[in-house]
């Protein structure tokens, strides 16, 4: 078993470009999670999808940010344009399905905005 | 609202110490209780978890009571090892795929 999957694993990227981080999900798994980690917020939840369908996105944090989930076995969460206080650790997560809530995470994706 | 709250840390502790982590909840209900591990460089994984009032979860030497009474899920473990540095989550849900998390505890133990 694979386990979740993402892309690129370390991002730097200039102010103002657009970047896109990329998650596989375990196969089978029915709902997928987008989060966000740095020393000053703690693990934050951006936005989680059920059957590819957003469910919450409540907590993403601004315009800026975008997430899709076109089919069961991928999602991308988009920053456009980015911005210095976007750099963290995003992690994806996958669940079997709900009622079931032990998540699954991926090794994550470091950002850093210079 | 719902919420999970902990012990700040860093939790410095010697190889072999007890280790008590301190979590306990606001919820309008009986969630499911978790406890989450984070090494360096990694991802949250699964460490322990309890679905009802007085379940014991265990797992790798720790061990987390799920307490109605006090609201508390508190994470145990009798002999740390150095390789059990990390950052503790606790975490609840109320058997719906979303975990509402805890800031987190940092553990180091040195040899």
């Known amino acids: 078993d694979a386990g979740v999957i993402q892309s690129p694993r370390h991002e730097v990227t200039e102010m103002g470009q657009e970047v896109t981080l990329r998650c596989k999900p375990i196969?089978?798994?029915?709902?997928l999670f987008w989060y966000r980690q740095t020393m000053m917020r703690g693990l934050e939840l951006l936005i989680y999808f059920n059957n590819n369908v957003p469910i919450d996105d409540s907590g993403m944090p601004e315009d800026r940010f975008s997430a899709k989930m076109p089919n069961a076995s991928f999602s991308t969460l988009k920053i456009q344009p980015s911005e210095p206080r976007d750099s963290a650790v995003y992690f994806c997560?996958?669940?079997?399905?709900?009622?079931?809530?032990?998540?699954?995470f991926g090794p994550g994706t470091r950002l850093t905005v210079t | 609202g719902d919420s999970v709250t902990q012990m700040e840390g860093p939790v410095t502790l010697s190889e072999e110490a007890f280790l008590t982590i301190n979590c306990t909840y606001t919820a309008t209900g009986y969630p499911s209780l978790f406890w989450y591990v984070q090494y360096p460089g990694e991802g949250l994984q699964l460490l322990l978890k309890a679905t009802k009032a007085d379940d014991k979860g265990s797992n790798k030497g720790f061990e987390a009571t799920y307490r109605k009474e006090t609201t508390s899920f508190h994470l145990e473990k009798g002999s740390v090892q150095v390789s059990d540095s990390a950052v503790y989550f606790c975490a609840l849900s109320y058997n719906t795929d979303k975990l509402i998390f805890g800031t987190g505890t940092r553990l180091q133990v040195f040899p």
């Open positions: 997560a996958s669940s079997p399905g709900q009622g079931y809530a032990e998540q699954y």
């Open positions: 196969s089978g798994h029915n709902s």
